[in-house]
């Protein structure tokens, strides 16, 4: 049986798992009470909201764990990371999750990574996650059905190494600056239906900014520049094609039309001579 020093206030088999964890580690002097983040608490209600879990993967995602979900640095909720009482990583791949992406997901004010790839979840891509996500670092939200163009707030992340949004259904521009972030060492965009040209911050990166190959950007039909190549012709289209052929048609017809006139005109000219030669050789009756 545990022994409990009641005149010593020590009592291991009474502390809490915090309270055990911090006494293992010799740090309970540098660790503060850490208090459920009223912030956190939104961001997991409101994204569980939006989200839809048929497979029953996220079994103890509910309002009671999202009100305690860290305590330190132990998490108590499923694909949750916590640093200091908050959540600073949320890891939700591969778990066949359908809905969309809460815009409240950037009330995790502490959030550094972010990781939704391998789902189904569809909608637009939050534009407002810059002005709370400020240390985001990681933003993988690839294999899903996002859709809509990315975000041009995304620039104003400053902290992210890694933008990874290939196979989803995202269209329209890259944003210009999207390749401003001096740390973005990771990119993809493959596999969307964006188009229009490369923008140079991604495409021209210089001095020691690592650069990104084309197979970040392939599978984008509409999509040109370098690394990709030039745009390209569009040519004539179809009815083009077709108003040409049959203007072509029509002046052939008009063409030989008149060589046929032509011709008659000078036969019937020709016929005129020769009779009026036959009736002069002819004698007088």
């Excluded at 994204?47 to 330190?72: H, M």
């Excluded at 188009?195 to 990166?205: E, T, V, Y």
């Excluded at 001095?207 to 197979?215: D, E, K, V």
């Excluded at 040409?244 to 017809?253: A, D, F, Q, W």
């Amino acid at each position: 049986m545990p022994v409990c020093f009641f005149k010593g206030l020590f009592c291991p088999h009474l502390l809490s798992k915090r309270e055990q964890l911090c006494l293992t580690r010799r740090s309970c002097a540098l660790l503060p009470p850490s208090e459920p983040d009223p912030n956190d608490e939104l961001c997991l209600t409101r994204l569980s909201e939006s989200l839809q879990d048929p497979l029953k993967n996220l079994q103890n995602w509910s309002k009671a764990t999202f009100g305690d979900s860290c305590q330190g640095f132990t998490s108590f909720l499923q694909g949750a990371t916590c640093n200091n009482g908050r959540i600073y990583k949320l890891s939700l791949s591969n778990l066949s999750l359908k809905g969309s992406i809460s815009p409240n997901i950037s009330s995790c004010t502490n959030l550094q990574a972010l990781d939704l790839s391998s789902n189904a979840i569809s909608g637009p891509i939050p534009p407002d996650l810059q002005y709370h996500l400020v240390n985001l670092a990681v933003l993988n939200l690839s294999s899903n059905r996002l859709s809509s163009p990315i975000p041009q707030q995304l620039t104003l992340c400053a902290y992210l190494n890694v933008i990874d949004l290939h196979d989803n259904q995202l269209s329209g521009l890259i944003p210009q600056q999207l390749g401003l972030p001096a740390r973005l060492s990771t990119f993809d965009v493959s596999n969307n239906k964006l188009s229009g040209p490369i923008p140079s911050s991604l495409g021209n990166r210089s001095g020691n900014l690592p650069r990104f190959n084309a197979s970040s950007y392939e599978g984008n039909k509409d999509l040109y520049g370098y690394p990709l190549p030039p745009m390209r012709s569009k040519g004539l289209s179809i009815l083009a094609i077709v108003g040409i052929g049959l203007g072509s048609g029509l002046l052939s017809l008009v063409l030989s039309f008149t060589a046929i006139c032509v011709w008659l005109k000078i036969s019937e000219q020709k016929m005129a001579a020769e009779e009026g030669k036959i009736s002069q050789l002819m004698p007088d009756y």
